[in-house]
């Protein structure tokens, strides 16, 4: 008995230090943000979210939602990121790629049911954060007046995550096989 509670809780130890370094890996890629539309500069894009979906993907959705929550929290409060903000934003555009792409993964781990998992989360990422973009941006930046900003810069956000959204896909995709070894070994 006292051997398999041992057991269990080394398990539990060696999956938390897998998440937790999951989650370093994301801050640290973090920091490197880029533009990718030069139109709306202030869109950036990282690296961040390509351990936490791969994350996800080997240790399921739960895990995927609370390394998205711990990792947004540290950029926007201890990292200098928009705080409240970026923490919110992060939290839906991440969360919601993880819990619809880990979720469809989950059930048939297959690369063709990853690749329909990422497509459908790139779709609901892109609905989700124009949705957001459209209520929480202007609550936020100051009202009516900034959601006529919103509205005019709505096909430029569209289509930031979309990129993001694809290019996240794309990298998940192709590292995923290789460090899934790594992260299920006992």
């Known amino acids: 008995m006292t051997e398999n509670l041992n057991k269990k809780n080394k398990y539990s130890a060696k999956l938390i230090a897998k998440m937790g370094m ?5 801050c ?8 990718i539309l030069p139109m709306v500069p202030f869109l950036t894009y990282d690296f961040a979210d390509i351990p936490i979906i791969v994350s996800a ?4 959705p739960g895990a995927g939602l609370l390394i998205t929550f711990i990792v947004s929290f ?10 409240l903000y970026g923490f919110i934003m992060h939290i839906l555009a991440s969360g ?18 990853a690749i329909i998992g990422m497509a459908l989360a790139t779709l ?3 609905v989700i954060m124009g949705i957001a973009n459209y ?20 096909p430029f956000i569209l289509l930031f995550n979309l990129i993001k ?3 996240n896909s794309l990298i998940t995709f192709v590292i995923y096989k290789r460090i899934s070894p790594f992260l299920h070994k006992a």
């Open 28 to 35: 640290v890629l973090g920091l490197f943000r880029f533009p």
């Open 135 to 154: 209520f929480v941006t202007p609550y936020y930046y100051g009202g009516e007046g900034m959601k006529a900003v919103v509205v005019e810069l709505m």
């Open 96 to 113: 919601t790629f993880v819990l619809i792409a880990s979720l469809i993964y989950k059930h048939h781990k297959t690369r063709k049911t």
């Open 74 to 83: 540290i950029q926007a409060f201890l990292l200098g990121g928009d705080q």
């Open 57 to 60: 993907f080997a240790f399921g």
């Open 124 to 126: 609901g990422m892109i």
């Open 22 to 26: 999951m989650a370093a890996i994301a």
């Open 165 to 167: 959204g694809v290019a």
